[in-house]
């Protein structure tokens, strides 16, 4: 296999593409653990609905954006107003890691599976 | 998948439940087939970010070019055992008040996969056992 270095990446028209920084798939409930992930080096559970994503190769700054979806369980349709979003609080955004909270109508959940990218430089 | 996990608990945050640390197997990977660089290169930029936290400067904070492409461009270390990896883990993604001090009992432990529990019952209260 080979590998591609570049450092723009754009179409035939000249319109830039842009790549995701990393990205993870999830168990958030019982024996949490990864099923699949992109540019991630482990995941901190720290409490119920609460975890730290930790990327291989930190971000060069801080601004970057992040966006995710949930399922409740494997017998029922996505609950609705259950959502995975990035803790803006104190540290928990930094160049080498995230904090996310998994809550429904406000209140933290272990979901069966939590789903999050993120990407910027 | 993962062998092992790392349960510790933050001495800043006492009041938090102990924290489980849940290794990437794409990541383990790369560690035991040598493709990651000194663990100074991660200590160096954890460095430079810390000061722009004490310093209220974190936001819009950026690193140092050179600094930064070191995760990329520095020798690799060569082959890591699954052990020796969670080990290199363990100072790269866990805070170095958990590892580094020392306290009056051990903070973090690296266990086995089957050891942390599946009931999640109380997650909000969990300890780390002596």
Known sequence: MSTIKVNNLENASGVGRYTIHAWVCFTGSGTVSIRNSE????????????????????????NYAGGGAVRHDTTSNN??????????????????????????SGSPVDDETVTFMVTGE | MASYRVIYEEPDYPEQPAMVLVPSDNWLADAMAGKLPPISVYWELQD???????????????????????????????????????????????????????????????????QVP?????????????
């Open chain 1, 79 to 104: 609950r609705e107003n259950t959502f995975v979003n990035f803790r803006r609080i104190s540290d928990s955004i930094a160049t080498s890691k995230a904090g996310l909270s998994v809550s429904n």
């Open chain 2, 118 to 130: 599946s009931d999640r019952q109380f997650r909000g209260a969990w300890e780390m056992t002596q």
């Open chain 1, 39 to 62: 540019n991630i080096s482990s995941l901190t559970d720290s409490g119920t609905g609460m975890y730290f994503i930790n990327y291989s190769n930190n971000f060069s700054n801080t």
């Open chain 2, 48 to 114: 430079d970010e810390q000061k722009a936290i004490d310093e209220g400067r974190h936001d819009n904070f950026e690193h140092d070019p050179s600094k930064w492409e070191k995760q990329f461009t520095a020798p690799r270390i060569g082959k890591l055992t699954e052990e020796e990896a969670m080990e290199y883990l363990v100072m790269k993604d866990i805070p170095r008040r958990v590892w580094a001090v020392e306290y009056n009992r051990p903070m973090f432990k690296i266990i086995k996969t089957e």
